[in-house]
């Protein structure tokens, strides 16, 4: 009896072990740029994956840097909001949120998708692609600038909001023109080891309303999908895998830890129970 409860304790206890080594990591996986001449191939590249990008168009309550210089410094004061001193001072104060100082210094289109342009007046930019919106500016300042000028017109940065098992979920901007979906994730921590990858959940605004898509990052095919490059006022949902609602650990040890309570737990009771 005492041989079958040793055999027994020695099989549990080379389990364990088995599952503690299987668990570990190799620093061969871990070591970054080795020396791995005998090796097979160390480069491996899919097909193309050709983008299905959209041209983002304006919507109210966006905000767009406007810029417009010309020869007279006069006419470059009117069509300023703030010096160009006053810009400087505020980009070094601000650090790296530089989303604010678009927000202080671009032009953010009201409800009816218009903004104020200094000498200008109202110019409706919803609907309108950058380029579009651009041109339509050059034509509104031609009759009050009779020499050459330069009209610029940018999005403030790709604003968003992260939700659900991110690392460091809230609202992110992202000073550029182009920001894909995996990078929106890298901004926000990425995703935790308990959120689902294939049903990512993205609320998108359009002219005529919000919809839902639910996005699968799992498949290569989002490369060349229209989902694939965010657009300003997104929402990024990442939901919870069903072990969140058990209340299981996230890695081994996690749930190695849960299981030795649960069963000491259970033992105790049965004991106090005898």
């Not at 070591?31 to 001449?37: M, V």
């Not at 530089?98 to 007046?121: E, I, S, T």
């Amino acid at each position: 009896m005492k041989v079958l409860k040793m055999k027994k304790h020695s099989l549990l206890f080379f389990a364990l072990v088995l599952l503690v080594f299987s668990s570990c990591v190799s620093n061969k996986k871990l070591i970054y740029l080795q020396d791995l001449q005998s090796e097979g191939p160390r480069v491996y590249s899919s097909e193309k994956f050709p983008y299905q990008e959209e041209l983002y168009r304006l919507q109210s309550y966006d905000i767009v840097d406007i810029t417009i210089k010309t020869a007279s410094e006069e006419l470059n004061k009117i069509f300023s909001i703030v010096s160009g001193d006053q810009t400087n001072m505020m980009a070094m104060n601000m650090g790296q949120n530089g989303g604010d100082l678009f927000y202080m210094n671009g032009y953010a289109l009201d409800q009816n998708g218009k903004v104020d342009l200094p000498l200008v007046g109202e110019v409706k930019l919803v609907g309108l692609t950058a380029e579009e919106a651009k041109k339509l500016i050059e034509e509104k300042v031609k009759p009050f600038v009779p020499d050459d000028f330069f009209v610029r017109v940018r999005l403030g940065g790709i604003r968003f909001s992260s939700l659900g098992e991110f690392n460091a979920p809230g609202k992110v901007t992202i000073l550029q023109n182009r920001v894909t979906i995996f990078e929106a994730i890298a901004a926000s921590g990425d995703m935790t080891t308990i959120a689902k990858r294939d049903e990512v959940i993205m609320l998108r605004q359009y002219p005529d309303g919000s919809q839902i898509h639910k996005i699968n990052l799992n498949d290569r095919n989002l490369l060349s999908s229209e989902y694939y490059f965010i657009r300003p006022n997104d929402v990024l949902y990442a939901v919870p895998l069903k072990v969140r609602e058990l209340g299981a650990g996230t890695n081994f040890i996690q749930t190695l830890a849960l299981i030795t309570s649960t069963v000491s737990t259970f033992a105790l009771i049965v004991t106090l129970i005898r």
